[in-house]
């Protein structure tokens, strides 16, 4: 591909609720939304980074900055496949998000000339699937449940509840006296210690699918460890920055559980060499959320189709964050979303919501 022109435009998103982690709280999105213009078709993509740099080192406008700066000129300055995007970036150091962005970008491009869905090129085997909701922590207990309640009357398959030391082992009991069985997982995001592996042994008891990052994101010594002192399976995100991490994970059995985010290994294509490992080594799998618009979204479907993804994914519907998503609004419906079928990832943002939701746009061009 050609790639004529960078177009990096900020999107604010609001969202239906504030999301809070054991990190902070978001109340609305910054999002950087990423067109490329080419000799064939126009290829659009979501960087994940956040609004600030505190889930990962990565944030929308240092996501931004770096494009405009090194990644963006990078990609200018010759022809490029996706397939070519990582090595081409490769001499600017870190920022998998950004370079996943334009990798996308130009994957969608590509797929959108030649006509063909990012889902049949990844491999998809489903047209459908599984949603899961992440829940924030609440200002109660029974605002959590309550707040449950209406997901799982919506359809949701699974549910994944924010821990932080102080909120774990109470809403948890709480939420299987209230809901029962349902499929259940905690996502701690970093905030404990293997000192703390009595606490996340008391909830051995709740027949969790799996306990997410409870240690830092550079700890798989510490994961594997605390593997061996409680019973609930371990699941890796933050740590899994790349296939070869991936497999010395497992292999250390750091984790019996995987969470594949294309934004935090690199891109799409890094995101399939993960799947790959995990599967071949029979580590379930899950596709990652990070509040995405739709345009994210989309492409979270398509890679969450792959056979390996054996686990509902965080893939929920539009309005689980915004009364106004970016795209056609994704729609549960029995409990599953459409994996999207039109050509590259299926979805581009809708003119009028890009008007109204931009905050800046920047056009790089060669130089
Ligand atoms: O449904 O998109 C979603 C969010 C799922 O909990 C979720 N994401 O740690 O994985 C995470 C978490 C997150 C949220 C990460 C916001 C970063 C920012």
Known sequence: MDVREIEL???????VRPFRTAHGVEHERDVLVVRIATDGADGWAECVAQNEPTYTSEWAGGAHAVIRDFLGPLVLRAPVTADGVAARLAEVQGHPMAKA???TAVLDAELRTAGRSLASFLGAT?????????????????ALLDECAGYLAQGYRRVKLKIRPGWDVEPVAAFRKRFGSVPLQLDANGAYTLADASILGALDEFELLCIEQPLGVDDLRGHAGLARLIATPIGLDESITSARVAREAIEMQACAVVCIKPGRVGGLLEAVRVHDVCRDRRVAVWCGGMLETGLGRAANLALAALPG????GDLSASDRYFDRDLTEPFVIEDGHLRVPDGPGVGAVPDRDALRDLTTAVEVLTRA
């Open 9 to 15: 435009r900020r999107v604010r998103m609001p969202l």
């Open 101 to 103: 962005a334009l990798e």
């Open 126 to 142: 489903r047209d459908r699937v599984e949603c899961g909701v992440a829940v924030g922590i609440a200002n109660s207990i029974d």
């Open 309 to 312: 993804f054996t686990l509902p």
